[in-house]
């Protein structure tokens, strides 16, 4: 089996840094509205201008007023019709991954299973390790948490001092 190119494409650096709304960690100015453009130019879709002419929306709450965070910023949402066309490319996508996963495995499973194992094997070093740093980190974190409680309920057990009362001087009369 030989790679497809589609599968080479991703797997090489193309050196772009896109900035903008992200939607499925992927950017909305620079990729996928540029994209579903020239799908619709191509007939491939049929998404509406004003979808993509303003791509993002108010969102609004259900008594009709809109929806701020609690930082105080109105809050964006992606137009359902292109948000479901994006949804769709990533479950083709991820199909596409899988697929091609199983093509290799099933016209090569020895070279499949011989990656595999090369992997696993040289990740176990970095597994053990990070299992004990973790284990190390929760233990402490144990210890300083007994350390603190103990302390507070040491704290709350001393009996307060009581203030000291004036004495009263007896006026006789």
């Known amino acids: 089996m030989e ?12 050196g772009r840094k896109p900035a903008g709304r992200k939607v499925w960690s992927i950017d909305l100015e ?7 453009t020239a799908t619709n130019v191509m007939q491939e879709t ?4 004003d979808a993509l002419g303003a ?3 108010l969102a609004y709450n259900t008594d009709g007023s809109i929806k701020f965070s609690k930082t105080g910023r109105p809050i964006t ?4 019709e292109l948000a479901d066309q994006i949804r769709m490319v990533r479950e083709n ?20 299973k011989a990656e595999a194992q090369k ?24 210890e300083e948490a007994v350390k603190e409680a103990e302390a507070k309920a040491e704290a709350e057990a001393k009996p307060k001092a009581e203030p000291k009362r004036k004495a009263k001087e007896l006026v006789t009369a």
């Open 3 to 14: 790679t497809p190119n589609y599968i080479k494409a991703l797997l090489v650096h193309n």
């Open 30 to 36: 620079t990729i996928w509205l540029p994209f579903f």
């Open 46 to 49: 049929h998404i509406a201008p």
């Open 55 to 57: 791509p993002l929306r």
């Open 77 to 80: 949402k992606v137009v359902r």
């Open 93 to 112: 996508f991820t199909a596409s991954l899988a697929n091609y996963a199983s093509g290799v495995i099933t016209e090569n499973p020895e070279g499949y």
């Open 119 to 142: 992997a696993r094997q040289a990740g176990e070093p970095i597994v053990v390790k990070d299992r004990n740093a973790l284990e190390q980190a929760l233990a402490q974190a144990v």
